[in-house]
């Protein structure tokens, strides 16, 4: 299985309930190390940029108002398969529908503050990586 990076936010809804550590000790338990970490104060541009994917759908606006409502943490993840795994311990994107034990199942409000943010592919975990994180920030 191949190494890879992932990346992860830990949104306002969790950041807000002091969720940090809880969900960062879920995060480490499935195996994947956080190679990189900051918590930063996402601006509008950023958060535009970064879900500019969502752009046409009716809760744009809502999710831009949303992740730049509190701090956030963003993260690096690495590990076996980390872009699915990460995805597989978040759970779905609704929590009602998500599995028991997983992170949104756990702590997630509701669809939109579902407390986490995971990479959905390789290619997109680079890019949204390297919107937040210089090379020399991470260290594996
Ligand atoms: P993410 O991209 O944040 O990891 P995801 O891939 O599970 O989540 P997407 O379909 O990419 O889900 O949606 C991005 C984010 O937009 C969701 O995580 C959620 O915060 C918000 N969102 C999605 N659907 C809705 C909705 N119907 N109403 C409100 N917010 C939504
Ligand atoms: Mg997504």
Known sequence: MAIERTFSIIKPDATDRNLTGAINA????????IVAQKR???SRAEAETFYAVHKARPFFGELVEMMTS???VVQVLEG???VAKYREIMG????DSAAPGTI????AKS???NSVHGSDS?????IEIAQFFSGNEIVG
């Open 70 to 72: 509190a701090p956030v």
């Open 80 to 82: 076996e398969n980390a």
């Open 40 to 42: 930063i104060r996402m």
């Open 104 to 107: 949104r199942k756990q702590f």
């Open 92 to 95: 779905a994107t609704n929590p």
């Open 26 to 33: 879920v995060i480490e338990q499935a195996g994947l190390r």
């Open 122 to 126: 390789v290619e997109n975990a680079a």
């Open 111 to 113: 669809i939109g503050e």
